[in-house]
């Protein structure tokens, strides 16, 4: 159990400094009476789950596990229904399947889920027609309806974002450990995927495997527990950083501070100054944590994310999230994971190979190649490999839907395709196909 943890104490030290990203609020008024509703609300995450998550990371450290992260680029609250949900579930749980059984080693699976409303972006304003309107944030701050209206920030929204986290929760805990994630239906997951689709069809290969090893334990006597439910973890961007105090509770057993937003927050590549709020709020938590590094992250920098975050060298506690682009990781990488190796510190590496590799189709929809994404993951282990490090995880923006916003992959994707189903709120997501394609290649590289 958790207590609420006052404005004035550790997790409130950030607001002396300066803030990235944070929307401009309006009613400072009505965002004071939000959060303060917002801190006597019931966690959404419990402190020893989060503390769970920190030792299953300390294995992806040292090599003894792998961390699959995924989900949506940016939640929408139109978007918390359960099959959209049950459907981001299922393509993860599918991967980790894959993963698990064709390269033998444990995966952490963690979602961008049950928290990822608002999104960090490049310019302030937004340009259409001649008209210019305040940026899209995410609906946990203004809508994506491109009016005057909807873009002004509004801080009830974050109550929304509460809410809407609480419900995908509960839809994910009933998944995870009432019976549908039960490796025994695994045939059931691929219902409607498998014919028509090359990957489908090696999954389906896969799993008539694993119906064997099952049938052979089963004949032995032998049925865990551990084949019938999934432990599964929640993560975000910590953005907003009065949303995430709010939610920041102590401890009972220790009387640290945690968040209790998600299981593991990460501070992306626009807000990891080292002298910024993010970093000094991200300080003060004892969940796991994550910082994404882009191709310009130095190996000082590194250095110092880990004295201010991770100052007594804790397993598990830090992950560095590599995000730079198919044509720059082999460049960029070697020389920020030698200089970690050499000071001794654990952290776990995780390559995003999304973020960096986005551009802008001719039709005006970002995109990216399945190809470079492949790619950039491909630089990532060549990297570790030569280093003699570990390759610790992927961090991929998916989706359960056949949508068409990344091009290229098995069932090939064309530029003309892209508008046919391009539904994201932001950056453009694997599909269903994609994602278990991008696993099978994972766990070859593993192997």
Known sequence: MTNQLPTSGAA??????????????????????????LSRAPELVFAEESDRLREKMAAVARGEAFLLQGGDCAETFEGTT????????????????ALTYAASVPVVKV???????AKPRSRPVERRDGVELPVYRGDAVNGLEFTAGSRVPDPRRLRRMYESSA?????????????????????????????DSPAGRRYEELAGEIDRSLRFMAACGVDPQELRAVEFFASHEGLLLDYE??????????????????????????????????????????????????????????????ERLNPQDEPGRL??????????VRKRLPVLVEKVAA???????????????????????????????????????????????????????????????????????????????????CDPRLNHRQSLELAFLVAEMLR
């Not at 992950?319 to 720059?328: H, K, L, P």
């Not at 992959?409 to 508008?419: A, F, I, N, P, T």
């Open 167 to 195: 419900a995908t929760l509960n839809l994910v805990r009933a998944f995870t450990t009432g019976g549908l994630a039960d490796l025994h239906q695994a045939h059931a997951w691929n219902r409607g995927f498998v014919d």
């Open 245 to 306: 105090e709010a939610l920041t509770r102590t401890d009972d057993r220790t009387g640290l501070p945690y968040a209790t937003s998600g299981h593991l927050l990460w501070i992306g590549e626009r807000t990891r100054e080292l002298d910024g709020a993010h970093v000094e709020y991200f300080s003060r938590i004892r969940n796991p944590i994550a910082v994404k590094l882009g191709p310009t992250a130095t190996p000082d920098e590194a250095l110092a994310y880990i």
């Open 319 to 328: 992950t560095f999230i590599v995000r730079m682009g198919a044509g720059q």
């Open 111 to 117: 979602g961008r889920i049950a928290g990822q409303y």
């Open 12 to 37: 409130g030290s950030w607001r002396s400094l300066p803030a990235a990203q944070q929307p401009p609020w309006p009613d400072p008024v009505l965002l004071r009476e939000v959060t303060d509703g």
């Open 343 to 425: 000071n001794g510190a654990s952290v776990a590496w995780v390559c995003d190979p999304m973020h960096g590799n986005t551009f802008e189709a001719a039709s005006g929809h970002k995109t990216r190649r399945f190809e470079d994404i492949l790619d950039e993951v491909e630089g990532f282990f060549e990297v570790h490999r030569a280093l003699g490090t570990h390759a610790g995880g992927i961090h991929v923006e998916l989706t359960g839907d056949d949508v068409t916003e990344c091009i290229g992959g098995g069932d090939e994707v064309l530029v003309g395709d892209l508008h046919r189903r391009y539904e994201t709120a």
């Open 82 to 97: 359960a099959d959209a949900i049950n459907g981001k579930l299922r393509t993860l749980l599918q991967m980790a399947v």
